[in-house]
């Protein structure tokens, strides 16, 4: 029996995206909060690296400097 591709069952073609740090050559940093409320969700949450895009080495700094900048108060736990 010959299976045919069910255009119901086929996954949705993502295209990759790129890294912002890795081709801007920059850190994320805590100082820079607006920055930062990008990969942030409404509710706070940070966001996966396939939705930001990020870097696996970039996500990881990424979600150390959003944990710092709302220890310091520049950015919100709970939006």
């Given amino acids: ?8 069952f086929r996954k949705p073609f993502l295209k990759k995206k790129k890294c912002r740090f890795c081709q801007d050559k920059a850190e994320p940093n805590y100082r820079k ?5 990008i990969y942030t969700s409404e509710k706070g949450k940070i966001l996966p690296s396939f939705i930001t895009g990020a870097c696996s080495k970039h996500q990881r700094m990424l979600g150390r400097e959003i944990k710092r900048a709302r220890m310091i108060a520049l950015l919100p736990f709970v939006a």
């Fill in 33 to 37: 909060p607006q920055v930062l409320k």
């Fill in 1 to 8: 029996m010959i299976r045919r591709s069910n255009p119901r």
